[in-house]
């Protein structure tokens, strides 16, 4: 597990919250904090005070959270998180926390565990009887489902698109003939082939694109696929992208558009 070392904190943690006074407890404390979807500034006063505390963080991207932090001025120890060798870090994280170390849980952006490995070390903790805190904050989900203009007081969130043509088709041809309303997790290689099959099997669908929500960049796009196609270049040039569409009508949406 390669550490990546910022600068040395000298603060009591207390498990529940907080840096503060009260003793360490025998065992650790697991943090799950949230980090901005895309502006510096939209990290919490409570994260902030959590990852200036903590002994260890443990970032899906060890060289965004170091931006991060130096943004704020933050000095900490950062350590990989997955993708790979997830079984050897997770014990190691879980050694550290049962000697009594206070960890952070950061993904490269947003909510720990929405759609990335952090569940695995969140199961194995309480499975050890670690505490677990957590540190809520941005999400990409709720910042798109906010802005989208649907009504979602229920949802389905299918996190990721697949990758493939095919997979693409199956997962959308099974979630389009839903009532309730679903959100996923794009990329630019993917918008393309989603934008085609929802066109050809939906094509009078509501849908939603929010792209690089919170930066300079940010774009929400709202009509329909064919639409949206239109806009296609700017999909391409986006980071990051959450496509949303309406549930299906009670009573069935016609598969051909109207001439």
Request: aromatic share 2%; with cysteine; charged share 20%.
């Amino acid at each position: 597990m390669k550490l990546y070392r910022c600068g040395k904190n000298g603060v009591n943690k207390t498990p529940g919250g907080d840096a503060g006074s009260a003793p360490r407890t025998s065992r650790g404390v697991l943090y799950l904090v949230a980090v901005p979807i895309g502006h510096p500034d939209d990290l919490t006063l409570r994260a902030r005070r959590i990852l200036r505390a903590v002994d260890l963080i443990a970032s899906e991207r060890p060289e965004s959270t170091q931006r991060l932090l130096a943004h704020h001025g933050i000095k900490a120890v950062v350590t990989s998180y997955g993708p790979a060798h997830l079984k050897d870090k997770i014990a190691v994280l879980m050694a550290r926390l049962q000697q009594g170390a206070h960890i952070a849980l950061v993904s490269d952006c947003g909510t720990p565990v929405v759609a990335d490995p952090g569940c695995l070390l969140v199961a194995s903790a309480h499975a050890g009887g670690v505490p677990v805190v957590s540190i809520p904050g941005p999400s990409a989900l709720t910042a798109a489902v906010a802005a989208s203009g649907l009504a979602c007081d229920s949802l389905f969130f299918g996190g990721p698109l697949p990758r493939t043509t095919r997979d693409i088709t199956r997962c959308l041809t099974g979630r389009l003939s839903d009532t309730t309303p679903t959100v996923l997790f794009c990329t630019p290689s993917s918008i393309a082939e989603a934008l085609r099959t929802i066109a050809r099997l939906a094509p009078r669908r509501r849908i939603v694109l929010a792209c690089d929500l919170t930066t300079p960049a940010e774009l929400i796009i709202r009509g329909t696929a064919r639409q949206a196609q239109r806009r296609l270049e700017d999909l391409l040039s986006a980071r990051d992208i959450t496509l949303m569409w309406a549930g299906r009508r009670l009573g069935g949406e016609g598969r051909k558009a109207r001439p």
